[in-house]
């Protein structure tokens, strides 16, 4: 029997009903110091040095939580670093974490202190009906099953059921169209495959296509042999190791980046050409050229000339 068990057996009621209230009360500020480290985490980007491309991947794998109560926890830690507030309503049991996750994507400077003092003693179902009074709901998600519902005059929802094989090629096509259709949606990658298809078995005038590619080291664009090379090499994912030895996996958003960077004369060979995702790309910019450099190229403009300088996407 586990310790705790013959600890708990051994009190009496009153004991143990006192030590119950006691520990859950430990256990809201714990949770609400958890999540002001969440956040600060994410700030200093500490997710990327140890290998994960975001902190929703950190808490999953290196810290054990489940994909659902992640995700849960890094809402409200995100919104908590705005509106301190949150903290007290965890603390003080007024609203429970789930309760917190719910509302968190609705609030804002002008709002939260109204929908928290609204939620304040409600239960998560109470909650939900507040936030559809505040916001009623609009568009029906993505999901795959066998009919076509109008929704609108321009618009249908389409339902069907498909393989696991079929389900794994989206997968993929999300991930390889990541940088066009960084959302993901299904619409987005149905259209892509569906326009490929129209345009291979409708009739249509033959066009030569000029290959326009260069493989001349003053120019930024990465020549196909060697995008072609890297690509298998590192198996289409991130190939960023943590200091600690964890190796990122990521497959969406992956980004060919210059070992010793194409801006300070890195050669354009596969041998200082590797893949990465938008995180650890990122993170390798930042120890060339400092997190202040980063910080101005975050402007349009200047993530533009980024671009086009590094022209390092896929």
């Known amino acids: 029997m586990f310790r705790e068990d013959l600890l708990a057996l051994s009190l009496s009621d009153e004991e143990l009903l006192g030590r119950l209230r006691r520990n859950a ?24 040095l140890e290998g994960y491309t975001s902190l929703f991947a950190f808490v999953v794998q290196s810290l054990g ?23 007290e309503c965890l603390v003080e049991a007024r609203v429970s974490l789930t309760g917190l996750s719910k509302l968190s994507p609705y609030l804002t400077e002008a709002n939260h202190e109204l929908l928290l003092n609204q939620s304040s003693g409600k239960s998560v179902t109470e909650i939900e009906n507040i936030i559809v009074a505040h ?33 794994e090629k989206v997968k993929k096509a999300k991930a390889l169209l990541s940088h066009k259709y960084p959302q993901g949606r ?21 066009r030569s296509i000029r290959n326009t590619t260069v493989a001349n080291p003053n120019n930024r664009y990465l020549p196909q042999a ?31 980046d210059h070992v010793f960077p194409w801006a300070l004369g890195g050669e ?18 930042e120890i060339f050229f400092g997190s202040k450099w980063m910080e101005q190229v975050s402007s349009s403009r200047a993530r533009d000339s980024w671009e086009v300088r590094r022209g390092r996407n896929l």
């Open 186 to 206: 299904l619409e987005d990658i149905f259209g892509e495959a569906l326009d490929l298809l129209l345009q291979k078995h409708e009739p249509k005038e033959k």
């Open 135 to 167: 916001f009623p709901k609009a568009a029906v998600k993505d999901s795959v099953r066998n009919r076509v519902t109008p929704l609108s005059v321009d618009q249908v929802h389409v339902n069907f059921s498909a393989s696991k094989a079929f389900a």
């Open 268 to 285: 354009h060979e596969s041998r200082n050409v590797r893949l990465l995702c938008r995180t650890h790309n990122r993170l390798s910019a």
């Open 25 to 48: 009360k430990s256990e809201r500020r714990i949770q609400a110091q958890f999540l002001a480290y969440l956040a600060v985490v994410e700030k200093r980007r500490l997710f990327a």
């Open 65 to 87: 939580y489940s994909e659902a109560t992640a995700l849960k926890r890094i809402q409200v830690a995100r919104k908590a670093i705005r509106f301190p507030r949150i903290y």
């Open 226 to 256: 060697v995008r072609n090379e890297v690509r298998k090499r590192d198996g289409d994912k991130c190939s960023y190791i943590s200091p600690e030895g964890h190796a990122c996996d990521a497959t969406h958003f992956l980004e060919f």
